[in-house]
Every structure is written in structure tokens, then in C-alpha cells.
Nanobody
Framework: QVQLVESGGGLVQTGGSLRLSCAASGSIFGINTMTWYRQAPGKERELVAGVSSGGTTHYVDSVKGRFAISRDNAKNTVYLQMNSLKPEDTAVYYC???????????????WGQGTQVTVSS
């Protein structure tokens, strides 16, 4: 059973920082792209940042220069460093991993349970 567990969310004031972590565990043969999404109440889930297995990163325009995504392949863990947080960053943040459980497996999408990030003014 594959599990993705997020941690690091919390309540911060505008301008503060948080570091989110997401560790994948269980039956994992390999992980391709790892990404962070967020969803605010009443809004659609949006892609925030992603990092490929080779380290290539991408970000949604609204977080460029403020957020940084990274990964530790040995630990099957992805991180999201969030600086200069704004109230509009408030959302539940979910990590996603494109992975296969064994060599002949298809590449599937797996999601974490989410961690709440609240930025107060």
C-alpha cells in the first residue's frame, strides 16, 4: 500500500514562512514527478509547484520567487519551502507523486491527505 503523508502546515502571519514535507512510503519501485497542489474553500485545486526526478522545477506564477520545491530521492520525500506568505496562500496543500509500485506497473497518480496552511493578516 502506497502512502503519501504531508506535514509542516500551520498558522502563520503575513510575511511568515512554512516548510511542507511529503514522504512517500510503501510499495514503490520508482517515482517520476512530485508536485504540490492547493485547494481553498470554494475553489478548484491548482498546481502550485512540481519537480521532476531529474530536478527540473516549475511554479505557478503567483508563487514564483516566494516558494521553492525540492526533493530527496533517497527518502522519497518532496518539500515546499514557502516564504513571504500571503493570505491568498491559505489552502489545504496536497502532495502528489507519479509513481509505479513495481517494474511492470503503470505510472499512477497518488495523493496525500493534505495539510492546512492558514495565513492571517
Amino acid at each position: 500500500q502506497v502512502q503519501l503523508v504531508e506535514s509542516g502546515g500551520g498558522l502563520v502571519q503575513t510575511g511568515g514562512s512554512l516548510r511542507l514535507s511529503c514522504a512517500a512510503s510503501g510499495s514503490i519501485f520508482g517515482i517520476n514527478t512530485m508536485t504540490w497542489y492547493r485547494q481553498a474553500p470554494g475553489k478548484e485545486r491548482e498546481l502550485v509547484a512540481g519537480v521532476s526526478s531529474g530536478g527540473t522545477t516549475h511554479y505557478v506564477d503567483s508563487v514564483k520567487g516566494r516558494f521553492a520545491i525540492s526533493r530527496d530521492n533517497a527518502k522519497n520525500t518532496v518539500y515546499l519551502q514557502m516564504n513571504s506568505l500571503k493570505p491568498e496562500d491559505t489552502a489545504v496543500y496536497y502532495c502528489n507523486a507519479n509513481l509505479r509500485r513495481f517494474a511492470s506497473d503503470y505510472w499512477g497518480q497518488y495523493w496525500g491527505q493534505g495539510t492546512q496552511v492558514t495565513v492571517s493578516s
